[in-house]
C-alpha cells in the first residue's frame, strides 16, 4: 500500500483564470483577424487598464487600413467597458463622421442587428462569453461592410443622409407631441403654427388635428 501524503505535503493549485487583459487580447484576435488577413488591415494601438475605480476596466483596439493614394485611411476601432456597460464597434474613414456597427447594418442590411447574448459584466470574467460577444459584431461587420471595405466614398455620403432622415423624423415626432398638447389646451392658433411648416408630412390623424384647429380659428374660438 502506498503512504497517505501527510498533512504537510504540497498540493497543485488550482490554475487562476485568465486577467481581463489576456482574455481581452485573445477574443478581439479570433474575431478580428480577418481584417488582417483578408483586408490587410493592420493592428495597431491595443489599450487595456483601468480608468478609476468607479468606472472599471476597459479595452481599445483599433485596426487601419494603409492608406488609399489619396491620402484616406479607414479604421475599425472595437472599445468595451464592461462596469460602464459599454460595447462599441466603430468605423471611420479620413474626413468623415465615424459610425457605428449597428448604424452601418441599418443602412446596409434588412436583417435584425444580431443581440447581445451575455452580460458585459459576465463577459469580463468568462473569456468565452466575451469572445462571443466579440465574434456576433465580427460577424455583423463582415455582413454588412462590403462598401466598407471597397472603401466606397459615397458610402460616407449615404450614411450622413441617413442621419439627416432620422433627425428631421425625430423633429416631426416632437412636434406632433406638443401639437397633441397644445390642441388639449384648446391653444388652436398654436397648433396651426406647429402644424402647417409640416403640412405634407402629416398623417391621417394629424391632418384632421390640423384641419379642426383651423376651423376653430375660422369661427372665433
Avoid at 18 to 27: D, R, T, Y
Avoid at 167 to 188: G, N, V, Y
Wanted: proline share 6%; glycine share 6%; charged share 35%.
Amino acid at each position: 500500500m502506498e503512504p497517505e501524503p501527510n498533512d504537510g505535503e504540497e498540493r497543485p493549485l488550482a490554475a487562476e483564470p485568465p486577467s481581463f487583459a489576456a482574455s481581452f487580447c485573445a477574443a478581439e484576435e479570433a474575431a478580428f483577424d480577418f481584417l488582417v488577413g483578408e483586408h490587410g488591415f493592420q493592428r495597431g494601438e491595443r489599450q487595456i487598464g483601468r480608468s478609476g475605480s468607479e468606472r472599471g476596466v476597459y479595452g481599445r483596439v483599433v485596426y487601419r487600413s494603409p492608406a488609399s493614394a489619396k491620402g484616406h485611411s479607414r479604421e475599425v476601432t472595437l472599445k468595451i467597458a464592461p462596469l460602464r456597460l459599454e460595447l462599441v464597434l466603430e468605423l471611420s474613414r479620413t474626413g468623415s463622421p465615424p459610425c457605428r456597427i449597428e448604424e452601418l447594418h441599418d443602412l446596409e442590411s434588412r436583417r435584425a442587428f444580431p443581440r447581445r447574448e451575455h452580460g458585459l459584466y459576465d463577459a469580463m470574467h468568462e473569456p468565452e462569453q466575451l469572445q462571443a460577444e466579440f465574434m456576433r459584431l465580427a460577424g455583423a461587420l463582415r455582413a454588412c461592410a462590403a462598401r466598407f471595405f471597397e472603401d466606397d466614398p459615397y458610402l460616407w455620403d449615404d450614411l450622413e443622409a441617413r442621419r439627416e432622415r432620422r433627425a428631421e423624423d425625430e423633429a416631426i415626432r416632437h412636434t406632433l407631441e406638443r401639437s397633441k398638447e397644445r390642441s388639449r389646451a384648446r391653444e388652436w392658433r398654436q397648433v396651426i403654427d406647429l402644424l402647417a411648416p409640416i403640412e405634407h408630412r402629416l398623417g391621417r390623424t394629424a391632418t384632421a388635428r390640423l384641419a379642426y384647429a383651423r376651423r376653430k380659428v375660422r369661427h372665433g374660438a
